[in-house]
């Protein structure tokens, strides 16, 4: 029941409703609005109790404010009630518009659920309107929009003048409720935006942070490092270096700017560059220098981007590993040299020789041998040579060359494991070896790969003379002459003891037999050690590699031929006498 002035009644609640509604909109937090709305229903809508229950991310609604009674609200602030409780609460009693209102008569099925609740005392009504200690009177708030989403509840208790509210009282606290819905969804998004303001504050500091970090972890790396754009018309090109790596290559950041790797490096590696991938590649090449020198880098590479979608450069790790790379070409220098003339060693010959043949016959001439050895009586292997003549001296004849010592101080290095053809497989890429005819008589013009095997006359009795020091002294020489007598591309090997191997690409036979001549020459001319003259003769004998034929075919071929000169120049010597 109203006031006796009803207009009075309806002008003082719509100045408590605005009242109570300004107020709303100056809350600065979540906890100040809903705190707010609880002591609006107090002050501006005639209740003495009021309590704000806040729907959570899990649907249960929690005890967020409440107004009125310190007691109460020590006693159920922050207590939870499920959202099944809720919903039958919501369903029950009388609806007043969007209100629901539950009597003492009903409500009394409600004491034993998980709803926070408090208890007052009064007696009991004494007219029909008058408010019930046990009463219920419950405004949900819904979000704007037009939807049914439950945003909370607003409980109320205990109206001044102890009648339940008429319709004027009823419409203030639904619109009361509709305005602190509003409020409070504006007060979570505030929240939000100013967590996600906070959280992105934090993100660019820590971008910032992590950008300087990856500056000064760039630039004062120990080691080079670098970032390339990728992809485009100027993939590859260098955008920043560090001074490490301008350092390492002798150039200023801004002349770096204008190169890319493949600019710097060695024309031997640019393949290895181009095989390398961008993402989580590797490679060991030689990049130059200003001063025209390369150095050894291993280079690793990985993909990065200023976003997740934006733009990608190539960012490369450049080490120095020339020094490493320096022992491991010493290390395998040695593998492959002669320790005491420096020449290729057996096996270094063995493998150059047999990257120029492959298993398949082209033009080969298989009775080249037989038809020479055919014109000195047949040759099967077994050689009883005379003692006393100088031009046999020391030599042994052809045995696979194992290992053996004694012979100044060298190493007859073992032919037992020795490198064999190039497999049938594949032939592409592959130039075919062509024997040229060499009978003596005839030179059809083909060009081949003529294998000169060196064996030297008179060395072994300068061994027993003047001791090994002396021997390799001479040995030394030779492998000078010989080098210096052939070409840059040829190969000069030495197989052990006083046996070396000449390799020269492109002769026809008479360039071959003209060479041999030259380099027979060149070892004459007598040899000074330790103040005395001596010297030492040479006998060669040529033969030609070709495809077809595996390498210890190849050399036991020019060591037949060289075994034939030697016994030609001892009848030719016979016979002088």
Not at 68 to 88: H, K, Y
Not at 102 to 131: A, C, K, M, N, S
Not at 410 to 416: E, F, M, N, S
Not at 488 to 515: C, I, K, P, S, Y
Request: aromatic share 6%; proline share 4%.
């Amino acid at each position: 029941m109203e006031t006796e002035s009803e207009p009075y009644v309806r002008l003082a609640t719509l100045r408590q409703l605005h009242q109570a509604v300004a107020e709303l909109n100056t809350a600065r937090s979540l906890a100040d609005t809903l705190q707010t709305v609880a002591d609006g229903v107090v002050n501006g809508l005639g209740y003495e109790l009021a309590c704000v229950n806040v729907v959570q991310a899990d649907g249960d609604l929690v005890v967020a404010a409440f107004s009125g009674s310190a007691a109460a609200e020590a006693l159920i602030t922050g207590r939870v009630g499920s959202r099944g409780s809720w919903d039958r609460r919501l369903a029950m009693g009388e609806s007043w518009g969007d209100l629901r209102f539950i009597p003492h008569t009903e409500g009394w099925v409600l004491l034993e659920d998980d709803v926070p609740q408090w208890y007052t005392e009064g007696p009991d009504p004494r007219f029909e309107d008058e408010w019930h200690p046990q009463d219920r009177l419950y405004a949900p708030m819904y979000a704007s929009g037009g939807g049914c989403e439950l945003l909370g509840v607003i409980s109320v208790d205990r109206p001044r003048g102890g009648r339940r509210p008429g319709p004027w009282g009823q419409e203030a606290l639904q619109m009361y409720a509709s305005q602190a819905a509003i409020a409070i969804s504006n007060a979570r998004l505030r929240a939000n935006m100013q967590r996600a303001l906070v959280r992105l504050e934090r993100e660019q500091q820590a971008l910032r942070a992590s950008e300087e970090s990856f500056r000064q972890a760039f630039e004062y790396a120990p080691s080079g490092m670098a970032i390339a754009e990728m992809g485009g018309d100027q993939h590859g090109r260098l955008l920043r270096t560090n001074d490490a790596l301008c350092r390492l290559l002798g150039r200023p950041a801004s002349a770096m700017r204008r190169h890319s790797f493949a600019d710097l490096v060695h024309p031997e590696d640019i393949g290895t560059l181009l095989r390398t991938s961008a993402e989580g590649g590797r490679a060991e090449l030689r990049l130059a220098r200003r001063d025209g020198t390369y150095v050894w880098v291993s280079l690793r590479n990985s993909v990065v981007a200023d976003t997740a979608d934006g733009p990608r450069f190539l960012l490369t790790h450049v080490e120095d590993i020339e020094e490493r790379k320096s022992r491991e070409l010493q290390l395998a220098h040695r593998a492959s040299h002669d320790s005491l003339t420096g020449l290729p060693n057996s096996a270094e010959l063995r493998s150059r020789l047999s990257a120029r043949l492959c298993s398949r016959p082209h033009a080969l001439r298989e009775t080249a041998v037989e038809a020479l050895d055919a014109a000195y009586g047949g040759y099967e292997g077994t050689v009883l040579y005379e003692p006393g003549y100088d031009a046999y001296d020391g030599y042994d004849g052809y045995d696979g060359y194992e290992e053996q010592t004694g012979r100044a101080g060298g190493v007859r290095v073992g032919g037992a494991g020795g490198v064999g053809p190039a497999g049938g497989g594949a032939f592409d890429h592959h130039v075919h070896m062509v024997a040229p005819a060499d009978d003596g008589e005839t030179d059809d013009g083909t060009k081949g790969l003529a294998v000169l095997f060196c064996d030297l006359d008179g060395f072994k009795s300068i061994n027993d003379r003047f001791g090994h020091n002396t021997g390799d002294a001479v040995l030394i020489e030779v492998a000078h002459r010989l080098t210096t007598g052939v070409r840059d591309g040829d190969t000069v090997a030495r197989l052990g003891g006083d046996e070396f191997v000449v390799l020269a690409d492109g002769l026809g036979a008479a360039d071959a037999a003209d060479l041999a001549v030259r380099l027979r020459n060149a070892i004459i001319p007598p040899i000074r050690v330790d103040g005395r003259a001596v010297r030492v003769g040479a006998s060669f004998g040529i033969s030609w590699a070709a495809c077809g034929m595996s390498v210890e075919e190849v050399l036991q071929s020019a060591d037949q031929r060289m075994y034939v000169e030697k016994r030609s120049r001892k009848t030719v010597h016979r016979r002088a006498g």
